[in-house]
């Protein structure tokens, strides 16, 4: 993939992205490749019956609800002994419940961290203590002391997206140009600023070629990001974008890039209060609520990252890890943190519309009645 060199926080990163149109899996790439070993990881393995921690971000999609659940049964019924633990109240909390997991002696700690940025002091101090630090669905910034990352490939979710946008619109009327806005996810998230990444590596070229126009000019991070992935945050957005540049009527919204399905409803919600048509917008997570809108033809798409499989992938690399080998990873060159190549195990993410829902979510149980 084209490697751009972009130094400086993952906000800047995102706002330099969005007018350069170049791709990165990385939100503050240092265009180094170097360190991509997974160091001391494997230490010749711990007791069966060890503590695993699992520090766990806010509840912001349901993925997050149902990780906890599937860490706390998975690791259980592994033989292990876990502390899951969400920060609800915010980055202090999530510190301090990291550093009372290496006090506990926790072999492992997995980390979804709130601020990829915040966490460097506490996960050095679990790998001094002798932890192995496994990031989960969101990479660790500007350290050493992450040894693995695990996760689906964030940066093709955002391609997928991209791409569902604008099969989307063209679905509906098949030429162009079409009128769309952007939406990216919360700042301090590492992720946020991959999906867009991923998205814009499909729709800057579009949009270069004329093909598809931002309607309000809004293309900068502080413009289209969504602090702490809140709903009211992205409705509140969309009700000015409304206000500001579809009420007179001269341009017709014809799709928006939702970067999860919380913020794509949010979006629907406010475009409907407007009396305007339901655009093309896309989303991420396969949540309940925007299964049901995409039977409904509402909501375009959404991202199938099954958590169980993810949990299951996390459960699998402890276990390795408790037999003093090393953790598989399949991808050691897409994820820089800004320090290093963190070795990932990617899992696939596969775009879900009303087409194809019935056979996405054929064996999950939740899911599959919703497509009948
Ligand atoms: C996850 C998404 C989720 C978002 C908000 C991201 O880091 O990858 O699946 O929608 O956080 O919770």
Redesign the pocket.
């Known amino acids: 993939m084209r490697k751009l060199v972009v130094r400086g926080v993952a906000a800047g990163a995102i706002a330099l992205l969005a007018l350069t149109g170049c791709s990165s899996r990385n939100s503050n790439d240092s265009g180094s490749d170097s360190g991509s070993g997974s160091g001391d990881a494997a230490k010749g393995g711990f007791a069966a019956d060890s503590l695993i921690g699992v520090s766990l971000p806010t509840k912001?999609?349901e993925?997050?609800v149902l990780a906890g659940d599937l860490f706390t049964n998975g690791l259980k019924e592994a033989g292990f002994k876990s502390d899951v633990q969400y920060a609800t109240g915010g980055v202090s909390e999530q510190q301090s419940q990291i550093s009372a997991m290496v006090t506990k002696g926790a072999k492992v700690i997995v980390i979804g961290a709130i601020d990829a940025a915040q966490l460097a002091t506490q996960v050095e101090a679990a790998k001094q203590a002798g932890a192995t630090v496994i990031a989960y669905?969101?990479l660790l910034k500007n350290t050493n002391a992450v040894d693995y990352y695990v996760a689906y490939d964030?940066f093709k979710v955002g391609q997928l997206q991209g791409e569902a946008l604008l099969k989307g619109m063209k679905a509906k009327k098949p030429t162009g140009p079409y009128t769309i806005e952007l939406f990216a996810?919360s700042p301090d998230?590492n992720?946020s600023g991959v999906f867009f990444n991923g998205a814009m590596d499909v729709l800057k070229p579009e949009i270069d070629k004329g093909n598809v126009v931002v309607g309000s000019g809004q293309t900068d991070v502080k413009q289209v990001s969504t602090q702490s992935?809140k709903a009211e945050n992205a409705q509140q957005r969309m009700d000015s974008l409304m206000t500001s540049t579809y009420s007179s009527g001269a341009k017709t919204l014809d799709g928006v890039l939702s970067p999860?399905d919380?913020l794509a409803r949010a979006i629907i919600t406010s475009v409907k209060g407007a009396g305007k048509p339901v655009p093309v917008v896309t989303g991420?997570?396969s949540e309940v609520e925007s299964v049901k809108s995409i039977m409904a033809g509402e909501q375009y798409s959404t991202i199938n990252?099954d958590t169980r499989n993810l949990v299951k992938q996390t459960i699998q690399m402890v276990k390795d890890l408790q037999a003093g080998k090393k953790a598989e990873v399949n991808d050691e060159k897409s994820y820089n943190n800004g320090v290093k190549v963190v070795p990932s195990y990617l899992l696939p993410p596969v775009i879900v519309t009303k087409e194809n829902a019935a056979q996405s979510y054929a064996n999950d149980p939740k899911l599959a009645p919703l497509t009948k």
């Open positions: 912001t999609s993925n997050w669905d969101r964030n996810g998230d992720n992935w999860n919380t991420q997570d990252k």
